[in-house]
T-cell receptor
Framework: GAGVSQTPSNKVTEKGKYVELRCDPI?????LYWYRQSLGQGPEFLIY????????DSGLPNDRFFAVRPEGSVSTLKIQRTERGDSAVYLC?????????????FGPGTRLTVT | DAKTTQPPSMDCAEGRAANLPCNHS???????VYWYRQIHSQGPQYIIH???NNETNEMASLIITEDRKSSTLILPHATLRDTAVYYC???????????FGAGTILRVKS
C-alpha cells in the first residue's frame, strides 16, 4: 500500500519567510509525528499527534513552529519568520497508535533550505 | 527514555553477517529496544524491536542479553544495499516519540 508521503520534497526560502510542509500519513494511522534532522545527526522529535490533537509538542524549538492536523489525517508543519538555522530535513512518520509497541513508518522528508 | 551507546562505524564484507552492538545499561523493565536504519537521503526504516526475548523477522535478528543491558542486531547475509546508518533506540511501552542517537554507519563492501 501507499506509504507516508511528504510535499514538497525540497523547499528553498529566504530568511524571514513563512513556509508550510505537508505530510500525508498511511491511511488509518491515528498517530502522526514530526521530526527534524540536521546534517550528520539523527532525527530529533518535534511533535506528536493522536488523532486531531497534539499530544506532545515538547520538541518544538520555539513559537515560530506550529503544526496542525485538523481532520486527523493530513498534517501541516508551519514555520514563521524562517531563520538559516531552520535548514534541515523535516521528517514525518505515522503509526497505528501512539503508544504500545507499534512501529513508526517514515516519509522521505522535506529538505528545507533557508537562504 | 534510556540512553544508548553504539560504535560510530563498522565495515562488513558482502555476504557475511553484520553484527551491530548496542549498549543500553540503564534500560528499565518497561522499555523496548528498537532498531531503525536510514539509507542515504531516505527516511528511517523500521527493522525490528524486542522487549526481553530474542526476535527474528525477514530483515534481521535481535539478540538481547539476559540482563537487557545490551543487544545485537544481526543482518545474516549483508548486501551492498544494507549500507546505512543503524539506530538503536530504547522506548517505553507507553511512550510515543523515538529518541535517536548518532547511530552506527555500516559500510558493506564487496
Amino acid at each position: 500500500g501507499a506509504g507516508v508521503s511528504q510535499t514538497p520534497s525540497n523547499k528553498v526560502t529566504e530568511k524571514g519567510k513563512y513556509v508550510e510542509l505537508r505530510c500525508d500519513p498511511i491511511s488509518g494511522h491515528t498517530a502522526l509525528y514530526w521530526y527534524r534532522q540536521s546534517l550528520g545527526q539523527g532525527p530529533e522529535f518535534l511533535i506528536y499527534f493522536q488523532g486531531t490533537g497534539a499530544a506532545d509538542d515538547s520538541g518544538l524549538p520555539n513559537d515560530r513552529f506550529f503544526a496542525v492536523r485538523p481532520e486527523g489525517s493530513v498534517s501541516t508543519l508551519k514555520i514563521q519568520r524562517t531563520e538559516r538555522g531552520d535548514s534541515a530535513v523535516y521528517l514525518c512518520a505515522s503509526s497505528q497508535a501512539g503508544t504500545g509497541a507499534y512501529e513508526q513508518y517514515f516519509g522521505p522528508g522535506t529538505r528545507l533550505t533557508v537562504t | 527514555d534510556a540512553k544508548t551507546t553504539q560504535p560510530p562505524s563498522m565495515d562488513c564484507a558482502e555476504g557475511r553477517a553484520a553484527n551491530l552492538p548496542c549498549n543500553h545499561s540503564t534500560i528499565s523493565g518497561n522499555e523496548y529496544v528498537y532498531w531503525y536504519r536510514q539509507i542515504h537521503s531516505q527516511g528511517p526504516q523500521y527493522i525490528i524491536h524486542g522487549l526481553k526475548n530474542n526476535e527474528t523477522n525477514e530483515m534481521a535478528s535481535l539478540i538481547i542479553t539476559e540482563d537487557r543491558k545490551s543487544s545485537t542486531l544481526i543482518l545474516p547475509h549483508a548486501t551492498l544495499r544494507d549500507t546505512a546508518v543503524y539506530y538503536c533506540i530504547v522506548r517505553v511501552v507507553y511512550g510515543n516519540k523515538l529518541v535517536f542517537g548518532a547511530g552506527t554507519i555500516l559500510r558493506v563492501k564487496s
